[in-house]
């Protein structure tokens, strides 16, 4: 068949129609292939009131946080004569977290203490090892989170003491967690954080390894106010808990907290109020023998400062 300028013309008209119909299929392909978009925020801070969340520093910014725990409301330590607690301080911890990576963060801390042990030094580590994606391809985020602490106070004479150290690594303490967490809506984000807790040195029958299990969550009430919430539990052989009871007429409970997170710019500030009575995961996991339902809680606060140390960033801030 003879090819001529008028077919070619023709065939030319007809396949156009089809060619621009594969130019958007081919176009709608490319753009459901593109990455999915990382879920950002699932909490407003590294820890809710007790607990650690998921999130990390991002890279080339420090945050320092200050957290104070005040004395019992009521109950028998309580009431008028110590101002509902205010006139106690049970615990202070003050803390630098820096970033290394926008995954990694390394943070240093110096905390009064509230166990046995007092004068707490804290290093940690903290990898955000996946991230939640709006597709639910991910469907959580996890992060992993380590701390050693040692404690710089006297040595207890007595040996069935809790600080009756010996050497140096009696001193030591240890903190790991896995915190998956899942920002459901926009408003509200939810976690548990397995937890195991190893110290080197304890008190006469008492545990050295113990695991424990939390929960906590955030409810966004309005553009810059937050609850949260978080729980604690424990477990310990019924053995030792019982003979650590009798022993110290004191029986352990699980660890509630509750409170309000308001955000104003770089700075997140928390008031709260939980039945703990130490700040470092180390203490108040195996050591809490306070319980809401004596009036053995009281008031806490922590404020956060966040500083930026890369240029762009710092000169947003001013």
Known sequence: MKITAPLLFSVSLSILPFSGIAQDELEK??????????????????KLINIQTSETIHRHELDFRVDHRFGD????NGGMSNFFG?????????????????RLTAGLARAKGAGPATQLYEGSLKFRLTEQS??????????????ATASAMRASEDVTAATAYRKFADR??????A???????????FEVVPTYVHRNFTAYNDENDLFALAVGGRLKVSKRMALVAD??????????KDYIEAVNGAAFYHVLGAGLEIETGGHVFHLNFTNATAIQESQFIPET????TKGQFRWGFSIARRFSFHRKDAKQQE
């Open 29 to 46: 392909a490319l753009a459901t292939q593109t990455s999915p978009e990382k879920v950002s925020a699932t909490f407003k801070s590294p």
């Open 73 to 76: 409301i009521a109950g028998h």
């Open 86 to 102: 205010l006139d106690q301080s049970t615990d202070i911890r003050i803390g630098f977290d820096y970033g290394i990576s926008d």
């Open 134 to 147: 709006n597709d639910d391809g991910m469907p959580f985020s996890t992060t992993l989170f380590g701390s």
């Open 172 to 177: 030591l303490s240890y903190v790991a967690q």
């Open 179 to 189: 915190v998956l967490a899942r920002k459901f809506t926009p408003a509200f984000s």
């Open 231 to 240: 729980y604690t539990v424990p477990f310990r052989t019924k053995s030792s």
């Open 289 to 292: 023998t306070s319980t809401w």
